[in-house]
């Protein structure tokens, strides 16, 4: 969990806690029946299959069939670990609205494909 520090927030000095990546690496396996690691798989895969440069989000999820809840955790594990170049602007339903694919994703694939 991470913290949302915000001035006047006596007395623990946040507002908010928000998960972290790690909650639903940890969690989803056991309480929704998929794990985002092995999502993060597929998700590269698509991305490396195209034969532009990257994908929106959006079109992945509709392309798997699946809800911002489960492609988003898919998501920021390739995120944080640099294995696409993501986009910086923000979504208000996904981590990122569009990914790219890299040298590491492409090794990513190979090595866990």
């Known amino acids: 969990m991470k913290p949302s520090r915000v001035m006047g927030a006596a007395?623990?000095?946040y507002q908010i806690v928000t998960p972290t990546e790690r909650l639903f690496l940890?969690?989803?396996?056991?309480?929704?029946?998929?794990?985002?690691?092995?999502?993060?798989v597929r998700v590269?895969?698509?991305?490396?299959?195209?034969?532009n440069h990257g994908l929106q989000s959006q079109?992945?999820?509709?392309h798997l069939d699946w809800k911002p809840r489960r492609l988003?955790?898919?998501?920021?594990y390739l995120v944080?670990?640099?294995l696409v170049l993501p986009s910086k602007n923000m979504d208000r339903d996904f981590v990122?609205?569009?990914?790219?694919?890299?040298?590491?994703t492409r090794r990513f694939v190979r090595e866990h494909g």
Do not use: C, Y
């Open 96 to 104: 990122t609205p569009f990914i790219a694919k890299n040298d590491k």
């Open 59 to 62: 079109n992945i999820a509709t």
């Open 72 to 76: 988003n955790p898919a998501l920021s």
């Open 11 to 13: 007395p623990f000095g």
């Open 44 to 51: 590269a895969a698509e991305v490396v299959n195209q034969p």
């Open 26 to 40: 940890g969690v989803d396996p056991h309480v929704m029946g998929w794990n985002p690691a092995e999502d993060a």
């Open 80 to 82: 944080s670990r640099g």
